[in-house]
């Protein structure tokens, strides 16, 4: 499901409220450590909910090839209305995905091995009343707003990594992150923007990998 953010801010505000009652239910019965625990396990909860503020990633996918490591994903969004109204305002939007991949090393800070980006630009053409999405030297129009951000919402073997980096048999793990890049609007605009104001949109994830270079579960 998708959610704006007021509707999270009432999830959360609600769910505060529960695990006040559940952690003061806890210490009665059960004493501090139980309380302190079940306190633990929300605010890794909530950490989660603040990494994914309305894009849910619907599929994440690695594949190895003879050329290197390829990475497939799926999201799901809305623009908010004060985003869609910038854009038929004439003011461009971003979207950034990255995607890097790391190895474990016991002795040291794990080493990141490789990283790639791209980032699409959405602008609203006004006279020929089109939807225009550039990415890498490569444009397209679309009439409607739905076509244009599908184009945007999912990429499959996209590749993150040669076949150099990721050659030895080494434990490996994937770090992505999919956003609305606010930083990337007119410098006036991106004064207080955020989640509240319905531009917070992005998602981050860290999953390792198999030994044949798939996603652990």
Request: proline share 3%; with cysteine; net charge positive.
């Amino acid at each position: 499901m998708v959610f704006t953010t007021p509707c999270w801010s009432r999830v959360i505000s609600k769910s505060l409220a529960s695990i006040a009652a559940a952690t003061n239910s806890a210490r009665r019965h059960h004493g501090g450590l139980v309380a302190w625990a079940l306190g633990l396990l929300v605010a890794l909860a909530l950490v989660s909910i603040a990494l994914a503020e309305g894009v849910e990633l619907q599929q994440l996918s690695t594949q190895r090839s003879d050329d290197g490591l390829n990475l497939s994903y799926t999201t799901r969004f809305e623009l908010s209305h004060s985003a869609e109204d910038a854009l038929l305002k004439g003011v461009p939007i971003y979207f950034t995905v990255e995607a890097s991949v790391y190895r474990n090393r016991w002795y040291w800070r794990d080493a990141r091995v490789a990283r790639a980006s791209r980032t699409w630009r959405l602008a609203y053409q006004s006279l020929a009343k089109k939807y225009r999405v550039s990415t890498g030297g490569l444009n397209a129009s679309y009439d409607t707003l739905n076509e244009a951000l599908a184009t945007i919402r999912d990429t499959a073997g996209w590749r993150i990594a040669d076949s150099r980096d990721i050659e030895d048999s080494g434990g490996y793990y994937l770090e992505f992150s999919f956003k609305l890049d606010t930083s990337q609007l007119p410098r006036p605009m991106q004064i207080g923007l955020g989640a509240p104001q319905g531009w917070g949109l992005s998602i981050e994830r860290s999953v390792s990998l198999n030994p044949d270079f798939t996603l652990k579960p």
